[in-house]
């Protein structure tokens, strides 16, 4: 069993953290309004979930980070460290304010993240698929043309916890071996947004085309 931390618990933290006690895991749901508005959560989720803070949050085994990127100057740093950190953000300048190393294409919001929590295991998951499908489209593990998700990290542990979870959680994880690399499932690529089994989700992202965001 792994405890999970979610630092935010909108549309994907939330569906994650109904995955995750789906098939046996505690979590700790947090947000940056306070415990209190996620009682209905935690209702729903069972005896697996309770309410924290996001220092809370950090305590866990592993830790998703799922708050809009513009927010991720508020996450706590040292509560982090040595830690696993699950990155489902992307880049939206109509949302988060234009970046210029991101609009240039020289980083990735994964790198921008590890760049704010330098001693923890960034690891970029969950970030190409609509919510709702997290919960609908998981499928046992050997299910034909079941749906396939990237895993992507610098730190090969923390990339195979991270990929162990995302199988266990109805998908079949690819691996991407940088954060570097990133970009090939952000916004506008392929990868981003359509089903895919591994085979076909490895073809969109050697195909994918690197351009400036903005």
């Known amino acids: 069993m792994t405890i999970l931390g979610l630092i935010g618990s909108g549309a994907i933290g939330s569906q994650l953290a109904r995955l995750a006690t789906r098939v046996g895991h505690d979590v700790v749901v947090s947000n940056s309004r306070g415990p209190h508005t996620l009682v209905d959560l935690v209702a729903e989720l069972g005896d697996?979930?309770?309410?924290?803070?996001?220092?809370?949050?950090?305590?866990?085994?592993?830790?998703?980070?799922?708050?809009?990127?513009?927010?991720?100057?508020?996450?706590?740093v040292e509560p982090l460290a040595?830690?696993?950190?699950?990155?489902?953000?992307?880049?939206?300048w109509q949302r988060d304010g234009h970046v210029p190393e991101l609009d240039a294409g020289e980083l990735t919001s994964s790198e921008l993240l590890q760049r704010r929590l330098p001693e923890s295991h960034v690891v970029k998951a969950f970030n190409h698929i609509e919510a709702a499908a997290l919960t609908g489209h998981a499928q046992p593990a050997g299910t034909p043309d079941r749906?396939?998700?990237?895993?992507?990290?610098?730190?090969?542990?923390?990339?195979?916890?991270?990929?162990?979870?995302?199988?266990?959680?109805?998908?079949?994880?690819?691996?991407?071996?940088?954060?570097?690399?990133?970009?090939?499932?952000?916004p506008g690529t392929p990868a981003y947004g359509p089903r895919r089994t591994a085979e076909e989700l490895r073809a969109d992202l050697a195909g994918a085309v690197r351009a400036p965001r903005a």
């Open 48 to 76: 697996r979930a309770r309410a924290g803070t996001p220092d809370e949050a950090a305590e866990a085994d592993v830790v998703v980070v799922s708050v809009p990127l513009h927010a991720i100057d508020a996450l706590p």
């Open 82 to 92: 040595g830690k696993v950190v699950v990155d489902t953000t992307n880049y939206y």
């Open 147 to 186: 749906r396939a998700l990237v895993v992507a990290g610098d730190d090969a542990d923390a990339r195979a916890r991270v990929a162990r979870l995302i199988d266990a959680f109805g998908f079949d994880p690819v691996e991407v071996d940088a954060l570097a690399e990133t970009w090939r499932i952000e």
